[in-house]
Nanobody, 125 residues
Framework: QVQLVESGGGLVQPGGSLRLSCVAS????????MAWFRQEPGKERTVVGG????????SHADSVRDRFFISRDNAKNTLYLQMNSLNAEDTAVYYC??????????????????WGQGTQVTVSS
């Protein structure tokens, strides 16, 4: 069973960048498909992107494609989300999630049994 801890959130100005990290422990990180989700207050949690176990394949939501980039370092048991050209609509709590098997593009929250506690990203001037 894997435990996930996110970090790297904070306050950033529009147009700025942040890199989120998610460190995994308690399991074999390379056994898991990983994903980033985000949730705005009062709204459903939505998928931002997913990555396969070997860091070969990624998929990103249309709203963040070419601005956000998901990656992983299996040697460090760490998942990353590089976020560029941030705007106010990106303000949300960001969560990393893990599952074994299936596809890397999976928007269903219930597909992922393991979640981090979330990290707040606020984009504001």
């Amino acid at each position: 069973q894997v435990q996930l801890v996110e970090s790297g959130g904070g306050l950033v100005q529009p147009g700025g960048s942040l890199r989120l990290s998610c460190v995994a422990s308690g399991g074999t990180f390379s056994d898991y498909i990983m994903a980033w989700f985000r949730q705005e207050p009062g709204k459903e949690r939505t998928v931002v992107g997913g990555i396969d176990e070997t860091d070969r394949f990624t998929s990103h939501a249309d709203s963040v494609r070419d601005r956000f980039f998901i990656s992983r370092d299996n040697a460090k048991n760490t998942l990353y989300l590089q976020m560029n050209s941030l705007n106010a609509e990106d303000t949300a709590v960001y969560y990393c999630a893990a599952k074994q098997g299936g596809t890397i593009w999976d928007s269903k929250v219930e597909s992922y049994p393991y979640w981090g506690q979330g990290t707040q990203v606020t984009v504001s001037s």
